[in-house]
């Protein structure tokens, strides 16, 4: 499998960090940290060597000039993620961006002021969408709903979610939902979620942190009224990277839509007239607050190439292998001991299988981690594994389960 992969070469562009005895580790963190390209660093210096040589003069004439600097990501991030250019922009990071596109978002009334959210959604979406409902003066205990799987079940399925909808759907302003679920490693079906929310009037919006560079998406066609994510995780752009937003077309010029503003979404051409009167840009960017940090830009630009290069639909093919393959060896050792929670239809995953063990699971992780493999411990009793299909091999497979075969006595 390794020999025939059409995407093996990509392995050589990244840094795989080396175990003790100098051997590569078997890297399945990829959906906490992305490993680092060889290429950023190059990336990343044009602009301090641009910064040292001409500084101010750097906004015009640097190499790649730093004032449109984020226009040169908008063609690559919308085709990451399946949105035309003007719906799509890399600004801040994830929460930060939840909470600017809430504002425009989550317009609670007296009869429809609910938020439906996953209950096993990430601690910082609930955070924030706790802050949400109390900064709009409602109470979190009457606002929030939190879905849960059916008693025995380990994730939510769609059928449950629109029949959710369907009967509080009067009531519920937003719909908030992960792509993928960041315990379970559960995909949800976009489309469908979004037609039934629509269907009762809701907004709907996705938490793509799990899901950019992960899955194969098409935002704009299924019609999804905004999303968010962050871009360290499958998108290799470095710890704390720039985050990006996607906004749908239909809201790009609703001046209605309430939305906290800063300079950089003001029209360019007038911007530095610096007169009081704002005049916002026609797109997502005028979303944006701040002028953007230009090596966070660099360091993401790295990464869209090569995922540009490389190209989503060929990821997400040899991610369903890499997975399958996974799971099918994990089955193979028919241990009672462990449960694959993410589901086996390649539809509802990308390329995270979350593992609950039964019993001693930190133990186990702890001796996976002894012997080279980069995966993670999850409170109470999950391992998550991540092979990403740009620098894992299906060998990196085999020896993972050959290792949690040997552990797991
Ligand atoms: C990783 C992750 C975050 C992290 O938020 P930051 O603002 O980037 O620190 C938030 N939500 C989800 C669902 C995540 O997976």
């Given amino acids: 499998m390794d020999s025939s992969d059409p995407l093996k070469s990509y392995r050589e562009k990244f840094y795989i960090p080396k175990d003790k005895n100098g051997k590569d580790v078997i890297y399945f963190g990829g959906n906490s940290l992305g490993l680092q390209s ?10 301090l060597l641009d910064w040292e040589k001409i500084a101010l003069a750097g906004h015009t004439e640097a190499k790649n000039p730093w004032l449109p600097y984020h226009e040169f990501l908008t063609d690559q991030t919308a085709r990451l993620v399946g949105a035309k250019p003007e719906e799509v922009v890399n600004m801040n990071s994830l929460t930060t961006n939840l909470h600017l596109m809430f504002v425009s978002f989550y317009r609670p009334a007296k009869e429809r002021h609910k938020i439906l959210i996953e209950a096993s959604a990430f601690p910082s979406d609930h955070y924030a969408v706790q802050s949400q409902i109390r900064f709009h003066g409602f109470d979190v205990e009457d606002s929030l709903i939190e879905m849960k799987p059916r008693e025995g079940e380990d994730t939510i399925r769609t059928e449950d979610i629109e029949a959710m909808i369907e009967k509080e759907g009067d009531s519920i302003a937003l ?22 929310g629509h269907k009762k009037g809701c907004v709907v919006g996705f938490d793509l942190a799990h899901a950019t560079g992960n899955l194969e998406m098409k935002l704009h066609e299924w019609n999804v009224d905004f999303a968010v994510w962050c871009n360290y995780k499958y998108m290799n752009a470095g710890p704390g990277a720039i985050g990006g937003a996607y906004v749908h077309e239909k809201y790009l010029n609703d001046q ?40 966070q830009l660099s360091s993401l630009k790295a990464s869209l190439d090569i995922f540009d290069e490389a190209g989503m639909k060929a990821l997400r093919e040899k991610s369903e292998k890499l997975t399958a393959y996974l799971e099918f060896l994990i089955n193979e050792n028919k241990t009672e001991k462990i449960k694959i929670i993410t589901p086996s239809n390649k539809n509802e995953r990308g390329c995270q299988l979350s ?55």
């Fill in 355 to 409: 593992l609950r063990i039964k019993s001693n699971g930190k133990d186990l992780y702890n001796k996976l981690m002894k012997s080279g493999v980069v995966c993670d411990w999850r409170e109470p009793d999950v391992i998550r594994v991540a092979p990403v299909p740009l620098y894992n091999t299906f060998e990196d497979v085999y020896n993972f389960s050959q290792l949690l075969n040997t552990h797991n006595v």
């Fill in 256 to 295: 209605s839509l309430p939305k906290f503003l800063g300079w950089w979404g003001h029209d360019k051409a007038t911007r530095f007239l610096m007169d009081h009167k704002y005049i916002p840009i026609p797109t997502v960017e005028s979303w944006q607050l701040s002028n953007p940090p230009i090596l």
């Fill in 38 to 47: 060889k290429s950023v660093r190059s990336y990343v210096e044009q602009e």
């Fill in 175 to 196: 719909i908030w939902f992960a792509g993928v679920n960041y315990y379970t490693g559960q995909a949800f079906e976009f489309d469908r979620i979004t037609k039934a």
